[in-house]
Structures are given as C-alpha cells and as structure tokens.
C-alpha cells in the first residue's frame, strides 16, 4: 500500500527492499520500516521527534496513564471497520507506535495496519517493537500510501491535512482523529505558565467528508513519580515553547494533579 516518494507508483516490497515499476527502489532498514521521506518534505536534518522525546514518550505512555485513550480508539476502530473482512488501517503520525500496536491487537489478524511518520527515531522504535505491522518514514503532507487506499486513517494528535487524508481513504471509508480537549494538561500549564490557558475548541468541518460524531474522554490523573513528570513534559509542544523560570518550577515538583482530555472527532470520506 506504500507508494513512491518520487514517481508516486506502488511499491512492492521484496526481501531487502521496496520498488516500483519505474525502477525506484528503497531499503528495507534492519528495524524493518521503510524512509520514504521525499527531500521537498524535510523542513530540517531530521524532522520530527528527536531520540530523547521518542524515549519520554515510550516511557510515559507505557505507564498506562493514556490507556483510556487508546481503548477508545481502539472501539471506534472496531466500530468503522466492521463491515470489512479485511480492513486497511493507516496511522497517520504513528510517532512510536504505542497507539498503533495496541489497534493491531484490538483489530486482529485480519486487519491490515500501516502507520507513518516523520522522525526517523520515532518509527524505527515502532517498527522494532511491533514487528507485524508494515511501517515508514513519511510526511502527512506527502502521505506516502496508496490513493483510495485505507477503510479507516486515524490521526492523533498529528498534523491534519484534509487533502491528503481525503487522497488515501477509500470513498465511504472513516477518519478518526484525536484532538487535546480544552482542559488537557491544564494542572501542568499551571506549573509551567503564570497565566495558563486552555486549549482550543477544534473545528469539525474538513472539506472532503462529512462529521459523523464526537467523543468526549477525561480523566483526572496524578503523578508523584519525578521521571514520569518529566517524561509527560517532554513529549509535548510545551517542552519547546516553556522558558527556564516555567521548566525551573516543573523539577522542584513533587507530585502533578491534572486533567487529561481527548476527543475523538469521526469522520466519513465522501463519495
């Protein structure tokens, strides 16, 4: 279901590698994802998460603080792909594949899942832990997978470009995207900012499909656990964005009470 980065054809993977008609051909890299990053993509070196937030990122999510997240994905996953007897699933920004590993189980062996991303780090980690699913190197503005391709696309989190979605799902076929709701991580932008903010009320409307439904899922959680605080920090835009005074109170912090919130926005691609 991949597709060249340069010609746009599909890709028949082999052994060792991929390759199209035209002759273009990529490794297979020994982790056993394939980088299908066109060069007019990369806005850096190496875009995306670096080795250190792909590290934070396992380690936080794998506490099991998201896992409601995930379940409720997982059902809605089940939900849309139950009229297939074998569906095609693409994460869309896979980052390290907790979100994607855990939809594989849920789905079973009859669904055929692929995820991407843009870091490299991120998705060698996803593909040497979850080895049965098919996973590369890829832009969400080049989405390097087959046109009309996927029954369902799920997004979390991950840059939404309504074009390209609406290129590689199948007509009538689903959108699943996960967005922070207005609350999300409001006791950690306590700590960090003198005056916090909550986040914005996302759009529903994307050209291209129509909105289907909305699901709400909170939760309050708290984290006495120094690294974890810590590790919850630096796999989000705040790591960036926070100045020394804001990080400076997160290390003299002993425990974090704060919300967690994500909705679920589904989608149906017209015909």
Not at 204 to 226: C, M, S
């Amino acid at each position: 279901m991949f597709i060249c980065p340069v010609c746009g054809d599909l890709l028949q993977r082999g052994e060792r590698t991929y390759s199209c008609p035209k002759g273009h051909s990529y490794d297979l890299a020994k982790e056993g994802y394939v980088y299908l990053l066109a060069p007019n993509k990369k806005h850096s070196k190496d875009p995306g998460d670096n080795k250190q937030m792909v590290s934070a990122r396992r380690a936080f999510l794998e506490t099991g603080l998201y896992q409601p997240f995930s379940e409720e994905l997982n059902r809605l996953a089940l939900q849309y792909t139950e009229p297939f007897e074998s569906p095609v699933v693409l994460d869309a920004g896979c980052g390290e594949g907790y979100y994607t590993g855990r939809l594989a189980e849920a789905l079973g062996e009859h669904a055929r899942v692929f995820g991407f991303d843009i870091s490299k780090c991120a998705v060698r980690a996803a593909a040497k832990k979850y080895r049965g699913i098919a996973f590369a190197v890829g832009s969400s503005f080049g989405i390097p997978f087959a046109e009309a391709g996927a029954d369902l696309v799920v997004n979390v989190f991950a840059p939404i470009v309504p074009g390209e979605l609406a290129r590689v799902i199948k007509p009538g076929g689903h959108l699943i995207l996960a967005v922070p709701g207005e609350k999300h991580l409001y006791g950690l932008k306590e700590i960090l900012y003198e005056h916090p903010y909550e986040n914005t009320y996302k759009d529903t409307e994307y050209a291209g499909f129509a909105f289907l439904q909305r699901t709400v899922v909170t939760k309050e959680i708290t984290i006495v656990d120094y690294q974890t605080i810590q590790n919850l920090f630096a796999m989000t835009p705040y790591y960036w964005k926070t100045g020394a005074e804001g990080s400076e109170h997160l290390r003299q912090t002993q425990q974090l009470d704060t919300q967690i919130e994500f909705h679920f926005l589904v989608y149906q691609r017209n015909p």
